[in-house]
């Protein structure tokens, strides 16, 4: 565990930016599948939205996103006989603060880690939606080019409702562009 | 994936079960009740449904939080000569003999409405076409929480005769799975 804080810390300074590249903003897109935990009403999924990203200082940056989340269709088994239900989606409105991906200074592979709040639309099939609080954190790394990075990130999204939560692992790919200060 | 990388990841997934304070999860039963006959003069009676005697329930009985959804799938057979609309009613009561006071009683609801049966004829609704018949959801889940409730099976029509069979309930319970 040492060595990880290491590396993670070492990771930060190198990809530390200079006060020039305060505010420097960007684009992005990513996709993937969601992996819905210990939820039996659902099956993997997908998962894909767009994003901002705006670097205020150093290595920190915040990326507002709107993301759809879809659960595959599950198997109900009776008598011998199945039928497929569909399962819960959500559409997400959030935003992230993301460690150690600044904007375009740095090139070459750059380690992250991110959190982040959101406002969640859940849709359980047959059933109004509602709007309820939620998060997600993870870590990812992003192979940066000149104007463009490339990243894949892991992560979890908790989607809380009064008593409990619904839990959905995520890995998606993303494109990102930066467009300047 | 190198062993670092896999510590980082599981970190992150760590934090997420942290935050939520307990880890949950969602749980399927499937529930076959016996075919009945029910008719508005005479042979109209109360069907039980006992989720507790089920092994899901058993085991997370404990830690039970929710219940998120309830669906059927049932084929009714109209025996009358008239088109039936049939309804399907939740209860705590067992004791209800007529159809009138069901519909009249505080706590007997309509949960299933509005499947219409031509005379003499049949229908099956699935689990998938029972959300679209749902009414009164959240009265209906809170009373699924306690683990046993009565269903009625009738139509707004005064005069009905139906048979009702290969009957399934469906439940999705959410529940806490840490000890």
Request: contains cysteine.
């Amino acid at each position: 565990m040492k060595q990880l804080v290491i590396l993670v810390a070492a990771a930060f300074v190198l990809c530390h930016v200079p006060p020039a590249a305060a505010g420097e903003w960007g684009i992005g897109g990513f996709g993937g599948i969601n992996i819905p935990i210990e939820q039996d009403h659902a099956r993997n999924g997908i998962v894909y939205g767009l994003k901002g990203r705006w670097s205020p200082f150093w290595s920190l940056a915040f990326e507002p996103q709107v993301f759809l989340l879809k659960n595959g269709d599950y198997d109900v088994v009776y008598d011998g006989e199945s039928e497929s239900l569909k399962s819960w989606k959500a559409t997400s409105f959030g935003l992230n603060a993301v460690l150690g991906a600044p904007a375009r200074i740095f090139t070459g592979v750059r380690p992250l880690i991110f959190a982040g709040v959101r406002l969640n639309s859940v849709d359980f099939d047959g059933q109004d939606a509602k709007m309820k609080f939620g998060f997600g954190v993870g870590v990812g790394l992003e192979i940066a080019f000149d104007r463009f990075g490339l990243e894949i990130r892991g992560g979890g999204e908790a989607f809380p409702e009064r008593k409990y939560s619904l839990k959905n692992g995520t890995i998606t790919g993303g494109l990102n562009l930066y467009l300047g200060q | 994936m190198n062993k670092k990388m896999k510590k980082a990841v599981l970190l992150g997934v760590a934090t997420v079960f942290l935050a939520g304070c307990l880890v949950t999860g969602t749980f399927v039963i499937t529930l076959n009740i016996d075919d009945f006959y029910s008719n508005s003069s005479g042979g109209f009676e109360s069907h039980g449904v006992d989720l507790t005697n089920e092994q899901i329930w058993k085991d997370h009985k404990d830690n039970l939080k929710n219940i998120s959804d309830v669906r059927f799938r049932a084929t009714i057979e109209n025996l009358s000569s008239d088109t039936a609309t049939g309804q399907v009613y939740f209860s705590s009561d067992e004791t209800y003999t007529d159809p009138d006071d069901v519909t009249s009683a505080n706590d007997a609801f309509l949960v299933f409405g509005g499947m219409t049966i031509p005379p003499g004829e049949e229908i099956t609704v699935s689990f998938a076409e029972s959300a679209g018949y749902r009414q009164n959801l959240d009265q209906a889940l809170e009373l699924i929480e306690t683990g046993k409730f009565y269903m009625y099976v009738l139509t707004p029509e005064d005069v009905f005769s139906l048979h009702v069979y290969d009957v399934y309930i469906l439940v999705v319970l959410e529940a806490g799975t840490a000890t």
